[in-house]
């Protein structure tokens, strides 16, 4: 299979069209098999997916450790195509608790050193603090990394969940590749003001959330029991009634994906692909059966008529419930 690639902005590498986003491997949505783990990210390198993106937090290091071993054990050719995507800067307690997020140069340097170490790689294709820290100017942490950049240690900068003004700061003061932000069917804040400036600059898109964490997946059920430390038990969109008024929009689209002979996933996916060449979704999936699925939206053409049709079963604002608990949404500039 001949992967299709995308540019990460004007100034970042080309990088698949999609790229695999680790994080569920580690944290967040409960329980993960580590082998199907490894197996997943093999395959994944294996169809052509170079861009994996992870953070330093997700699973306190486990996630930069998991990517490390699959890389050493994958083919060397696999291995050189490979563009980590590492965010930083979330501070964590021994409990899994989160408490706010470190931007300070002196940081940045330290957690850099401890994510190459964990990696086991000489350089970080793409480094970026995950939050804002409120307490220091983005233009400080950007030009920790910038200096990181100079040395050799990381290759592009990335930006995370920051608005437009953010990132326009953060572009004069070093050449930004992408700002990664969820974009999905249901999440489509970014496109008034956010998107727009990114263009303007020449940035690029990560697209996470993009299946909104499963729950448009058409996979996801009511039913579904979700355990202890899994996002989705304190998500207002998977909550009650806001939970079954989103799968009721799952089932509108069911019938359009039905209709073209695709999954649900694959539209949605497929959707997000068709929003613009700079925009690089990531796909969630930590099984072979999901990235294969997930793979699969890249055949999916969709239709003026397609899209039309998507957008009336799902139009801008319909979800109910916002993207992350209120104290979360709290660190969020977008
Ligand atoms: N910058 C940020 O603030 C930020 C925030 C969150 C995530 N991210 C990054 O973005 C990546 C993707 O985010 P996400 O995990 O929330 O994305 P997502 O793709 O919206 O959700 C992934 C979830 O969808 C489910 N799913 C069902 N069918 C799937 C399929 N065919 N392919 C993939 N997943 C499928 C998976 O379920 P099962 O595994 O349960 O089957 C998984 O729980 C993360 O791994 C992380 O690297 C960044």
Redesign the pocket.
């Known amino acids: 299979m001949t992967m299709r690639t995308r540019p990460l902005g004007t100034t970042g590498p080309q990088v698949s069209a999609l790229g695999l986003?680790?994080?569920?491997m580690s944290a967040l949505?409960g329980e993960a098999d580590r082998a199907e783990s490894i197996a997943t990210l093999h395959a994944a390198l294996e169809a052509g997916v170079t861009l994996l993106?992870?953070?330093d937090f997700y699973g306190m290091g486990h996630n930069e450790l998991l990517i490390g071993e699959a890389l050493r054990a994958a083919p060397a050719v696999r291995r050189e195509q490979a563009l980590v995507s590492v965010?930083f800067g979330a501070l964590r307690d021994p409990d899994g608790g989160w408490s706010g997020y470190d931007g300070r140069p002196a940081a940045v340097k330290n957690f850099a050193a401890y994510s190459l170490q964990r990696l086991g790689v000489d350089h970080i294709d793409v480094y970026r603090i995950?939050r804002l820290d409120p307490d220091v100017p983005i233009e400080e942490t950007v030009g920790a990394i910038a200096e990181l950049v100079e040395k050799g240690h990381v290759r592009h900068i990335g930006l995370?969940?920051v608005g437009a003004e953010t990132v326009r700061r953060a572009a004069a003061t070093a050449p930004i590749s992408d700002l990664?932000?969820?974009y999905?069917l249901i999440s489509r804040g970014i496109e008034d003001e956010i998107l727009p400036t990114t263009r303007e600059l020449g940035i690029g898109i990560t697209a996470?959330?993009?299946?909104?964490?499963?729950l448009i997946?058409g996979?996801f059920t009511a039913d579904r029991q979700l355990g202890a430390g899994d996002f989705r038990a304190m998500s207002p969109r998977f909550q009650g009634e806001n939970l079954q008024h989103n799968l009721n929009l799952v089932e509108a689209l069911r019938k359009i994906a039905e209709q073209k002979g695709v999954s649900v996933?694959q539209t949605a996916i497929a959707w997000v692909l068709s929003r613009g060449e700079d925009i690089v979704p990531?796909?969630?999936?930590?099984?072979r059966d999901?990235?294969t699925?997930?793979l699969g939206a890249l055949d999916v053409t969709l239709a003026a008529a397609d899209l039309a049709a998507i957008e009336e079963a799902v139009p801008p604002g319909a979800a109910a419930g916002d993207r992350y608990p209120a104290a979360q949404m709290a660190h969020l500039e977008s």
């Open positions: 986003g680790c994080m569920g949505y993106d992870t953070g965010k995950a995370s969940e990664q932000i969820e999905s996470y959330g993009v299946l909104s964490r499963g997946s996979h996933a990531l796909i969630g999936a930590r099984s999901r990235l699925e997930a």
